[in-house]
T-cell receptor
Framework: GENVEQHPSTLSVQEGDSAVIKCTYS??????FPWYKQELGKRPQLIID?????GEKKDQRIAVTLNKTAKHFSLHITETQPEDSAVYFC?????????????FGSGTQLTVLP | DVKVTQSSRYLVKRTGEKVFLECVQD?????MFWYRQDPGLGLRLIYF???????EKGDIPEGYSVSREKKERFSLILESASTNQTSMYLC???????????FGSGTRLTVV
């Protein structure tokens, strides 16, 4: 089955700096790559996603890039703010299948220091 | 505004008990999922369902079963709870044409 590896497991940045989280996946048929943010004590929420026919997608301070050849994708957060502190999960979905279930990475604890 | 509801936020059960975790969604989603979340391991898929009465094993189904008798409800069953099933359990749902999940708030289960 699919395997998703996520790095780093923890990341601390100064407010205003950029943060980058990287993920690799194993199944070349995967075609959907979402990122979820989970604040302490809350449910994960989708913040951005990208499909395999696109190399980059941006939404205000958040961007995701995808390299299908290398089978890796990254989350970029610019001008970080304290409210960006959370656990971030990457995930991938197979190109086929009954429910297009997601396989998640192990998570990155991002801390933005004021 | 809550769209995926998990019946309990916290549960404490004894070893050997049969445990039911309930999840209800009001978005008419075809797909429903159960994950467990453990520190350093991320979210691991236990079971999922793509239609009423249909179910498929995820990556870690051992010790669990599921039931989906109605479209809106997906139940996770621990047949005989063990201490290694102490975890946060997250339910999620998605449509048949979209990939994105809506998660419930989670149930933190402690087995003693």
């Amino acid at each position: 089955g699919e395997n998703v590896e996520q790095h780093p497991s923890t990341l601390s940045v100064q407010e205003g700096d950029s943060a980058v989280i990287k993920c690799t996946y194993s199944d070349s048929a995967s075609n959907y790559f979402p990122w979820y943010k989970q604040e302490l004590g809350k449910r994960p929420q989708l913040i951005i996603d990208i499909r395999s026919n696109v190399g980059e997608k941006k939404d205000q301070r958040i961007a995701v890039t995808l390299n299908k050849t290398a089978k890796h994708f990254s989350l970029h957060i610019t001008e970080t703010q304290p409210e960006d502190s959370a656990v971030y999960f990457c995930a991938s979905s197979p190109g086929a299948g009954s429910a297009r279930q997601l396989t998640f990475g192990s998570g990155t604890q991002l801390t933005v220091l004021p | 505004d809550v769209k995926v509801t998990q019946s309990s936020r916290y549960l404490v059960k004894r070893t050997g008990e049969k445990v039911f975790l309930e999840c209800v969604q009001d978005m008419d989603h075809e797909n429903m999922f159960w994950y467990r979340q453990d520190p350093g391991l991320g979210l691991r898929l236990i079971y999922f369902s793509y239609d009423v009465k249909m179910k498929e094993k995820g990556d870690i189904p051992e010790g669990y079963s599921v039931s989906r008798e109605k479209k809106e409800r997906f139940s996770l069953i621990l047949e005989s709870a063990s201490t290694n099933q102490t975890s946060m359990y997250l339910c999620a749902s998605s449509t048949g044409v979209s990939y994105g999940y809506t998660f419930g708030s989670g149930t933190r289960l402690t087995v003693v």
